[in-house]
């Protein structure tokens, strides 16, 4: 009977896999008898009588447990893992039906169940096993909360807030999420021009364009080093650690790259730099005050806007879709569509804010003034609707100002920042760039009746410190200016840590004799704003050679020098004549850097370009000069004659810029009395000989003689400055 079994059923024996038993005999797993036929019947029947003898046991196995209290139920659970024959995982699949809490197998709790020893307990629909662990563990998920930083609160609040509304979103839910990126719009411009920035709009439908302003806000201003211009690219800065003491730096920083796109898509504010901290601080009612008043402004920061009046909120997908054109950069398209929609609605606040913003994008896009002008016009349309909700009335007036302000129509700007001043008279932010648009036009007096208006209402308001003190300075209330200047820096706040404040600051405390004042220029070379404690200019490019003295042969310049020299006697007799015969064409200095004294001077070349008919008085001079292109095409720099009379002293101050190298020529000398120091080292000026030295290091000068001093300045592009950069660079 043996030799009759089939290949099928032989084959299922030889599968079958031998256990061995306690007394050490192996045996095949569900064997059948002595049989063929029992043999071949176990073998087909094996499978599902495994399962159902299993089953039983498994359940009588656990009313016996249970009902007798016999086992040791850790043991038994530990050695069951211990050899791996846990019965409810190897029958979970079959056993689902016997499971009477909930809990995907069975096991001691499911017969306890089936016994009535105990209440079933089935989890809350929706609950998991990750939920149920959760919630076994509050003190820990808060803890870890607590421990993560506050800025990653929002992001995990809406990546819960999105997965819990996942599965019922909306068709229009893909617009939201596009909508949340912040425009690409930039200009460099406006970074230079611009006042500070001002609390970020965020929206979950749509974010408005809100470049990041600037921390020069003087640029249009009488007392401004640069107003225009096209900047030229560099490497970002490199701190430098220089000693107060060492002159030779190697200028690792600039102001003129552009800045990194990066900033224009943060739609935060810029971090608020710590103050300077003494060395016992002490918590006071007033810091708690002042932090609490942060967080309520960082709450009202991230309040969402309102864009959408009701009628927009009709339209709101056309709208969308035109707006996902415009972030992804298909500015043509979107300009289609925008128009598209003002033509059918009008009177969509909306739909004429898109068109603005995509004409201004197009108008950077193409560098069209003309495109510039649109957007500008369609911003006021935009706000001037009815029914335009009050953050978009704001936005749009906000963006109009600072495209006027690019244009250089600061007049246009104030006007508009004047309407919105009216329309938002709690908002202090737009009272302080309403003070900075008059600097821009140079109308100090109106800049500090705002500032002062500021002040009154919000006397710890560090932005408007800041300028009231530069205000201050600039009509040469020194004492009364420093105060406000070092106040506004050590409040931190966006907008005052600007490379011109600590620089006042620094110059008020050295005319009053205050050695602080090197304190403060460190930390501004500290901050990034200065190339080292001597080297202070505010318009620089990076990487440039710098030292405080050179030689013609270090300049390269050589042959001009020579010219000078050989030539400096026809340079003085034609100085001399100017003097005799028009001494009137000798403008007093007029950057306020004297302390007492006497000094004009008589300008032939500023800014790369003759100054109207001054060469008629002085030929052979310019005829000489036009050679040397180095020269006449500096357009940061001058060509003049100085002369000062005794008694005069020159405040140490320190020149705009890295980008030119001065020369003096010596024409009429006094033997005693007159020296310049820069940095460290004093020298005196010899009739016929050129001094060469970086203007943008710290430098001072005395007039002691008895008789006037007269020299000839020509400046002259840093050598290393490329062909290109000496064509791009913005004249100062």
């Not at 552009?258 to 060395?279: G, K, R, T």
Request: proline share 5%; net charge negative.
């Amino acid at each position: 009977m043996a030799q009759k079994k089939t290949p099928k059923a032989h084959h299922r024996k030889e599968g079958k896999t031998p256990v061995e038993s306690k007394n050490g005999k192996r045996t095949e797993r569900g064997g059948g008898g002595d049989g063929g036929e029992g043999g071949a019947g176990g073998a087909k029947y094996s499978m599902f009588t495994w399962f159902v003898v299993l089953a039983l046991l498994g359940v009588w196995s656990s009313v016996a447990v249970v009902y007798f209290d016999i086992v040791d139920y850790d043991s038994v659970i530990a050695r069951a893992k211990e050899f791996r024959m846990n019965f409810s995982e190897v029958l979970q699949g079959k056993l689902t039906a016997y499971d009477a809490d909930g809990d995907g197998d069975f096991d001691v709790e499911d017969a306890k169940v089936l016994l009535g020893l105990k209440a079933a307990e089935r989890p809350q629909v929706g609950d998991s096993p990750e939920e149920t662990e959760t919630s076994k563990r509050p003190a820990e998920t808060t803890n870890q909360q607590a421990a993560e930083p506050q800025g990653a609160e929002p992001t995990r609040a809406t990546s819960t807030s999105a997965s819990a509304s996942g599965t019922e979103s909306s068709p229009s839910s893909g617009h939201d999420d596009d909508d949340d990126e912040v425009s690409r719009s930039y200009d460099v411009e406006s970074e230079i021009q611009a006042a500070v920035p001002l609390p970020p709009l965020v929206e979950e439908d749509f974010v408005p364009d809100d470049p990041r302003d600037s921390l020069h806000p003087y640029e249009d201003q009488a007392e401004t080093i640069d107003t225009t211009g096209v900047l030229v690219e560099e490497r970002p800065p490199e701190e430098s650690h220089a000693d107060s003491g060492q002159h030779l730096t190697s200028s690792k920083f600039t102001q003129e790259s552009e800045p990194v796109v990066e900033a224009e898509n943060h739609q935060s504010e810029p971090p608020v730099e710590p103050e300077p901290q003494s060395d016992t601080p002490k918590e006071t009612e007033g810091t708690t005050g002042k932090r609490a008043e942060e967080k309520l402004k960082e709450t009202a920061k991230k309040k969402k806007p309102k864009l959408l009046n009701k009628f927009d909120k009709t339209i709101k997908a056309e709208i969308d879709s035109a707006e996902k054109l415009r972030k992804k950069g298909k500015l043509e398209e979107a300009l289609r569509a925008f128009e598209t929609l003002v033509l059918q609605h009008p009177q969509s606040p909306r739909a004429l804010y898109g068109r603005a913003q995509t004409e201004d994008d197009l108008a950077e896009k193409q560098r069209s003034n003309d495109m510039l002008q649109k957007a500008i016009n369609s911003y006021r349309d935009a706000a001037e609707l009815p029914d335009v909700t009050s953050d978009l009335l704001r936005a749009a007036l906000k963006r109009r100002a600072e495209r006027q302000q690019f244009l250089g129509r600061m007049r246009g700007s104030l006007a508009t920042l004047e309407k919105m001043v009216q329309i938002f008279p709690e908002d202090i932010g737009l009272k302080n760039e309403l003070g900075v648009a008059h600097l821009l036009l140079g109308d100090n007096k109106g800049a500090r009746k705002v500032f002062e208006e500021v002040l009154e209402v919000a006397p710890i308001n560090g932005f408007a410190k800041v300028h009231y003190g530069f205000i201050l300075k600039s009509e040469n209330k020194i004492e009364e200016s420093i105060p406000y200047l070092q106040e506004g820096l050590e409040s931190g706040e966006p907008g005052t840590d600007d490379g011109r404040f600590y620089f006042h600051l620094g110059d008020a405390l050295q005319r009053v004799g205050d050695d602080k004042a090197y304190h403060w220029y460190e930390l501004g070379h500290q901050r990034g704003h200065f190339a080292s404690v001597w080297q202070r200019s505010l318009y620089n490019v990076d990487g440039l050679k710098a030292q405080p003295w050179w030689t013609s042969r270090e300049t390269g310049y050589s042959d001009l020098v020579r010219a000078l020299e050989r030539n400096w006697k026809t340079i003085r007799e034609e100085a001399l004549n100017v003097m005799d015969h028009n001494m009137g064409s000798f403008v007093p200095e007029e950057e306020n850097l004297r302390e007492k004294g006497e000094w004009g001077q008589y300008t032939l070349w500023q800014q790369g370009k003759k100054v109207g008919n001054a060469c008629q008085n002085v030929p052979k001079t310019c005829s000489l000069l036009e050679r040397f292109t180095e020269a006449t095409g500096c357009k940061r720099g001058q060509i003049k004659f100085s002369v000062m009379q005794p008694g005069t002293h020159v405040w140490p101050h320190t020149g705009p810029t890295n980008c030119r190298l001065r020369m003096h020529l010596g024409l009429v000398v006094p033997k005693h009395g007159c020296k310049i120091r820069c940095t460290d080292q004093t020298r005196e000026w010899e009739e016929g000989k050129v001094l060469i030295f970086d203007d943008s290091f710290e430098h001072e000068v005395w007039q002691d003689a008895d008789s006037y001093r007269l020299i000839f300045i020509v400046d002259v592009w840093h050598p290393e400055l490329t062909a290109h950069q000496r064509q791009n660079l913005s004249p100062i």
